[in-house]
């Protein structure tokens, strides 16, 4: 077959996969942030409703992610043996329901145990994505398509965010609070995406009915090739993945980043609160760093794609979230403030599409989804440090500015490590050229 023919049926190919593939997933994955993080709106009302201190708070949205922490790996797993549609459906209907729950919750302990009960819920939909692109597009695309399925994340609080101010308004409908409706009408996409899921999903490019036989031959072949010349270097067992060096390097890089963007998701609401808006005006103004955000992860996921460099981008990003992260502790302004935290929302998304190319240079099969998860869990246990972070230090200073300044040291530290482990082609397998 000659060169110009594979170029066009490899584009023809990949313009298919994204076209079906990429828009549900992120739909997905924007009704599963949103219900994550929706805590943070919540708390505009919750907090008082239930006599919650900034301490109890971080610990209830962050116990989460202890719960992500420990069934990460098991879930992937599972996934790897049983097929991502039927098991990203079961993921998408427990959570929920669980997410509904959060409705029910009367203090404290019930807040922490059904946050603990959704992150055992959710555990796994983040990583077995991650995994279920590696099965659809070989590595030159990662960047980009993971940068547009996770372009979903500041999307989610773009509109997310305006909306939650808006069901905030429902005080007293049925007798419920704001904050209930929230968590009730937030919970019921995910369950109707579940069923949803089961009918659209395919596990594998050779099940695609919607792609021509040639695209389908050509796609398998090109991952098949990929997965050959990954495991001619090197052939991680499950085992080996879970305990090498690298893939622990990883996941503490994936911590600093996550700790940021958890840190300020949960809390930046209550920041803009506290510049004297309304419930709906707090909603349009914590929009605004991710707007920001949203045309970084595209833009530098790109970049990184086209030049085909990864540690610069993953690096460089993390140090600009460090960056403006740290400038909120001199500014008072609150338009200062915003323009600080959007630059810093900058870094902290455009990191994330660079830098789960990483792990799938080094990682395939059932090591892969391992791997994958183990970094995505260690990185999600910043979830719960991030958010109890900046309570604890808000509570013992008073200041959200000085919170602000320690959640920076921790994206700066994993723009440091990242650099200091760099590539390693002894290890890595560099992206494939095109099959012929």
């Known amino acids: 077959m000659s060169a110009s023919t594979t170029s066009a049926l490899e584009r023809e190919t990949m313009a298919r996969v994204s076209r079906r593939l990429v828009p549900f997933l992120m739909l997905c994955y924007f009704i599963a942030y949103l219900d994550r993080v929706n805590v943070g709106f919540a708390a505009l009302e919750m907090n008082k409703a239930l006599g919650l201190s900034p301490t109890a708070y971080a610990w209830g949205a962050g116990i989460f992610f202890l719960a992500y922490f420990l069934f990460e790996v098991p879930s992937n797993v599972i996934l790897e043996k049983v097929g991502a549609r039927r098991w990203i459906a079961r993921i998408m209907v427990t959570w929920g329901i669980l997410s509904g729950c959060m409705a029910l919750v009367q203090g404290e302990w019930s807040l922490y145990l059904v946050r603990f009960l959704l992150g055992i819920a959710e555990a796994g939909f983040f990583p077995g994505i991650i995994l279920y692109l590696t099965y659809w597009f070989p590595a030159t695309y990662r960047a980009g398509i993971v940068g547009a399925f996770m372009v979903a994340i500041p999307i989610s609080t773009v509109i997310g965010a305006p909306i939650s101010g808006m069901l905030l308004g429902l005080h007293g409908v049925m007798g419920l609070d704001g904050w209930q409706w929230l968590f009730i009408i937030e919970a019921v996409p995910a369950v109707l995406l579940s069923v949803a899921v089961l009918f659209y999903l395919t596990d594998k490019p050779a099940d695609a009915q919607w792609l021509e036989p040639a695209q389908r031959q050509w796609l398998a072949n090109r991952l098949e090739e990929e997965r050959r010349s990954k495991e001619a270097v090197v052939h991680f067992t499950l085992g080996e993945a879970l305990r090498h060096p690298r893939v622990i390097g990883l996941g503490l890089v994936y911590f600093g980043v996550v700790a940021s963007n958890y840190g300020l998701s949960f809390w930046l609401p ?63 302004s609150p338009v200062m403030v915003m ?42 246990l910043a979830g719960f440090v991030g958010p109890y972070a900046v309570g604890w230090v808000k509570e013992s200073s008073g200041s959200f500015a000085m919170a602000l300044l320690a959640l920076a040291v921790l994206p700066l530290a994993a723009g440091i490590l990242v650099l200091a482990m760099g590539h390693d082609p002894a290890l890595e397998q560099r992206e494939a050229a095109p099959a012929e």
Not at 298 to 321: F, I, K
Not at 353 to 380: D, E, K, Q, R, V
Request: net charge positive.
């Open 270 to 332: 209550q920041i803009v609160k506290g510049f004297g808006l309304s419930n709906l005006a707090t909603g349009f103004v914590t929009a605004i760093p991710y707007a920001f955000g949203a045309v970084a992860m595209v833009l530098w996921g790109r970049s990184s794609d086209r030049t085909g460099e990864r540690v610069w981008h993953t690096a460089g990003a993390a140090l600009l979230a460090a960056a403006g992260l740290a400038a909120c502790a001199v500014l008072g």
């Open 339 to 380: 323009l600080v935290l959007s630059i810093g929302a900058l870094g902290i998304f455009g990191c994330l599409p660079p830098f789960w190319t990483l792990p799938t240079a080094l990682l395939s099969g059932s090591a892969a989804a391992g791997g994958i998860a183990l970094i995505n869990s260690i990185g999600n």
